[in-house]
C-alpha cells in the first residue's frame, strides 16, 4: 500500500483509516486543520473531504462529564447509568456542519452493511471513520456517521471493507438498528481503500 495520509495498524499489522477523535475533544482541535485539506477538487468537481470537517467547530460532546469520577464509580451507580444514558442521547442527536449542503466530496472508512447477512450485495450502509464501529464497539456520534445508498449495488464487499466513497453529502438524520446516521451520501462511485486516498484526518470519535 501507498504511505500517503494518516493511518493507523491493527494488530496484524495492517494499515487502517486513522482514529483518534477523543484526543481532537480533549485538546479542542478547530476544523482550521482539516480544512486545509479540502482543496484539490478533481475535475468533476468532488473534493477530498476530512471527518473533522462534519462537526460544528465548537462542538464540545464531553463538556457536561468532565467534572465526573467514572473511576469511582460502579457499573450499576446511578450517576454512572445516568451520565451513559445521557451520552447516548447526545451522540443520537449530535449537532451538524451548517456549512455541509448538498457537497460533492470524497472520503475514506468502514463499510457497516444494513442490508440482511445472507444478502450477496449491499444497497446501503453505514459509513464509519474508525474499524470496528457500530459493530464491536459503540457506534460514534451522529454527525461522525455517514448513511450512503450506492448508485448500484455493491458485490464482492464485506463488513468492515475499508472504502473511498465518492457523492453527494447532506444532512439527513436516519436512525437503524446499528447507529444513528447524520448525513446522507448518494455513493457515485464506492472502491477499496488505498492509503493515499486517506487525507490527514482525525475521525472525531470523543
Known amino acids: ?23 481532537r475533544a480533549q485538546d479542542g482541535q478547530d476544523q482550521g486543520h482539516a480544512q486545509a485539506s479540502n482543496s484539490g477538487a478533481d475535475a468533476q468537481g468532488y473534493r477530498p473531504m476530512d ?49 455541509i449542503q448538498n457537497e460533492k466530496i470524497v472520503i475514506s472508512g468502514f463499510i457497516v452493511p444494513l442490508d440482511s447477512s445472507d444478502s450477496s450485495t449491499i444497497e446501503e450502509f453505514l459509513l464509519v471513520p474508525y474499524f470496528g464501529a457500530c459493530i464491536h464497539v459503540p457506534p460514534p456520534p451522529s454527525n461522525q ?8 449495488p455493491l458485490k464482492g464487499f464485506q463488513i468492515m471493507d475499508p472504502v473511498t466513497v465518492q457523492g453527494v453529502l447532506a444532512p439527513s438524520h436516519i436512525d437503524t438498528p446499528l447507529g444513528s446516521a447524520g448525513y446522507q451520501m448518494s455513493g457515485k462511485s464506492v472502491t477499496l481503500y488505498e492509503a493515499e486516498d486517506m487525507q490527514e484526518a482525525k475521525p472525531a470519535h470523543p
Open 1 to 23: 500500500e501507498g504511505s500517503g495520509g494518516t493511518t493507523t495498524q491493527d494488530g496484524s499489522g495492517q494499515k487502517q483509516p486513522a482514529a483518534d477523535g477523543e484526543r
Open 51 to 99: 471527518w473533522d470537517v462534519l462537526i460544528p467547530k465548537d462542538w464540545e460532546p464531553l463538556r457536561d462529564f468532565k467534572s465526573l469520577n467514572f473511576s469511582g464509580m460502579s457499573d450499576n451507580d446511578p450517576r454512572a447509568i445516568a451520565a451513559l444514558r445521557k451520552l447516548q442521547k447526545a451522540w443520537k442527536n449530535a449537532p451538524l456542519n451548517p456549512a
Open 145 to 152: 456517521v455517514i448513511h450512503v445508498v450506492p448508485e448500484k
